[in-house]
T-cell receptor, first 113, second 117 residues
């Protein structure tokens, strides 16, 4: 299984600012995803990060708010833009090969004040 | 519609007791995959098992076992002789194809398991 390094592990940010989260995988993978887990809730898929092209966003998530990059097969970033307290969540990167199991990063705990 | 239901929100058992976590899923796909993940208090998601829809054999791994029954659309998870380190939130997930043809995981709401020493 792929090993994922995600950083930062946590951050406290001011309202109105942006935070970029990085996800590095130790091997080439076909699929990379970004999830959000609000406090006490389940995981919700934000988008699929596509290598070399625009990410595919799920309903309720837009590129202006959550721009995503994936310049190669092992690295992706998620930016949470113009943050508000409602964006306080855990953000998780996931990666794997299509049709196989997916591993998750350790998550980024974001608090917006 | 693709859906995963974990009806048990929270379970508490005394250490060494057995405990079963329920998972019921809905999908129209004939080929699909089911997963269980563990999320301890530290927050990371730990992959436990993947099962495809054509393999209904039960699986045992140490103290963990899984019972997959297509007839009832269930994929239940049993921990035998529970230990305090088993305390975590457990998620069941279903691999589906998104509207764009990509695959993604749909998660249940999770079951918080507390093992009382």
């Amino acid at each position: 299984s792929a090993v994922i390094s995600q950083k930062p592990s946590r951050d406290i940010c001011q309202r109105g600012t942006s935070l970029t989260i990085q996800c590095q995988v130790d091997s080439q993978v076909t699929m990379m995803f970004w999830y959000r887990q609000q406090p006490g809730q389940s995981l919700t898929l934000i988008a699929t990060a596509n290598q070399g092209s625009e990410a595919t966003y799920e309903s309720g998530f837009v590129i202006d708010k959550f721009p995503i990059s994936r310049p190669n097969l092992t690295f992706s970033t998620l930016t949470v833009s113009n943050m508000s307290p409602e964006d306080s969540s855990i953000y998780l990167c996931s990666a794997g090969r299509q049709g196989f199991g997916y591993t998750f990063g350790s998550g980024t705990r974001l608090t917006v004040v | 519609a693709q859906k995963v239901t974990q009806a048990q929100t929270e379970i508490s058992v005394v250490e060494k007791e057995d405990v079963t976590l329920d998972c019921v899923y809905e999908t129209r796909d004939t080929t699909y995959y089911l997963f269980w993940y563990k999320q301890p208090p530290s927050g990371e998601l730990v992959f436990l098992i993947r099962r495809n829809s054509f393999d209904e054999q039960n699986e045992i791994s140490g103290r963990y076992s899984w019972n997959f029954q297509k007839s009832t659309s269930s994929f239940n998870f049993t921990i035998t002789a529970s230990q305090v380190v088993d305390s975590a939130v457990y998620f069941c997930a279903l691999r589906v194809l998104s509207n764009f043809g990509n695959e993604k995981l749909t998660f249940g709401t999770g079951t918080r398991l507390t093992i009382i020493p």
